[in-house]
């Protein structure tokens, strides 16, 4: 393993990791409601938080794409709001350490990101909840330098379905198409991690551009609604996209959601949201686990769910989003961002090319997001920006 773990990490000096998902920007806000000063993510900050400069390097990533995600219990102005702040802390983050990362709004940036030695620093946020239904909030979001949109996050929103909330929609209503499609013409990534089955069958029906999975696992190696069942992962060739395997436990390790569930109505027992990131919910989460010893996640458990993908969606068509910093419970040899190593070294060992791991680790995401901005361009000679409302293409009133 010490040969392999050797390779690994030569490997992603020339193929770092595009992580398609961070949430560093939330423990943030939560933990010292952004102040810089006290969480410099220059310093080691492995007592806090998953993610800082160090550990990203020792990990082997040349491209983040950190989360501006808000709690979907967030709604209306308060949401929109809550994501302009996680906006500006990475904006301000990035503005720091220019040595170190390199704002990134396009695949050009990404790999000259990687030419220069820094890591390239992208935005995505994570809930169709931050445009509050306007289409013109949407393309404020993109002009500010959010690259995609989850269009979900665990609750519905009045024009999609969540995974994790009752259908309502059955998918996408006409307002959430006419999202998707001007998500195309903006050249914003339409991402369906989080979203039910029904919303990324209706998605891909609608989308002119590649879709990415920011940080979604197999459904069929753990059943859980947060997976991508096959039917969705055997139409993802056909449409150019990307599927990013998340490392938290309870979506890939079976033996781990109900003990989460349990873990998550402990935190709801203390006055807490379930996804709390303050050090005092952290402090519960980890009295739970001490009192209640948790199932162990390990590298060959994601790599299980890469097998798997790879077998429907093709080498082509996958890659990473480990949502650190959006989870209080991590495998145990993927615990921070300097893990990435591990996971390559066991699909070493699982006999993936250096090829293949190129593609997983960097060529797929980069080429998916150059897609989207090729399709962006034409889509722009034929049409102009949408100014259809919620009200118009449903007949209901934004909520």
């Not at 790879?310 to 989003?321: K, M, N, Q, T, V």
Request: with cysteine; proline share 5%; hydrophobic share 40%.
């Amino acid at each position: 393993m010490t040969d392999r773990l050797a390779q690994a990490r030569e490997l992603l000096t020339t193929h770092p990791v595009v992580d398609g998902h961070n949430d560093l920007p939330w423990a943030l806000r939560e933990q010292v409601r952004y102040d810089l000063d006290r969480r410099d993510i220059a310093a080691d900050l492995s007592a806090h938080t998953h993610t800082d400069l160090p550990r990203l390097r020792a990990g082997g990533v040349g491209a983040q794409f950190w989360s501006v995600y808000v709690r979907s219990d967030f709604s209306g102005d308060t949401a929109v709001s809550a994501t302009l702040e996680q906006i500006d802390v990475v904006r301000r983050f990035t503005a720091a350490h220019p040595d170190q990362l390199r704002p990134a709004l396009t695949a050009d940036d990404v790999e000259a990101a990687r030419a220069e030695g820094r890591i390239a620093s992208l935005m995505g946020a994570e809930g169709g909840h931050s445009i509050n239904c306007s289409l013109a909030t949407l393309r404020a979001l993109y002009d500010l330098g959010v690259r995609y949109l989850t269009l979900t996050h665990n609750d519905n929103v009045p024009w999609a379905d969540s995974a994790t909330d009752e259908p309502r929609a059955n998918g996408l209503t006409r307002f959430g198409e006419e999202v998707v499609r001007e998500m195309n013409r903006l050249g914003m990534l339409v991402d369906l991690s989080h979203v039910s089955a029904d919303t990324m069958r209706d998605a891909l029906r609608v989308t002119e551009a590649p879709v990415v999975f920011s940080h979604s696992s197999a459904r069929a190696v753990c059943d859980h609604p947060r997976n991508i069942p096959d039917d969705v992962l055997e139409l993802l060739p056909g449409n150019g996209g990307v599927a990013m395997v998340t490392f938290v436990p309870k979506f890939v390790l079976p033996e781990a959601v109900a003990w989460t569930q349990a873990a998550d109505e402990n935190m709801r027992a203390h006055g807490l949201h379930p996804l709390e990131m303050s050090e005092a919910g952290i402090a519960v989460h980890r009295a739970f686990e001490e009192a209640n010893p948790r199932p162990r996640a390990t590298a060959a458990t994601v790599a299980d769910h890469l097998d798997h993908m790879r077998e429907l969606a093709g080498i082509d068509h996958i890659g990473i989003g480990g949502d650190f910093d959006g989870t209080a419970f991590t495998p145990d040899d993927l615990a921070d961002v300097a893990g990435y190593p591990n996971l390559i070294a066991e699909l070493l060992d699982r006999r993936w090319s250096p090829a293949d791991l190129a593609k997983l680790t960097w060529q797929n995401a980069v080429r998916t997001l150059r897609s989207a901005e090729d399709v962006a361009r034409g889509l722009r000679e034929s049409r102009g920006p949408s100014v259809a409302t919620i009200e118009q293409l449903d007949g209901v009133a934004a909520r």
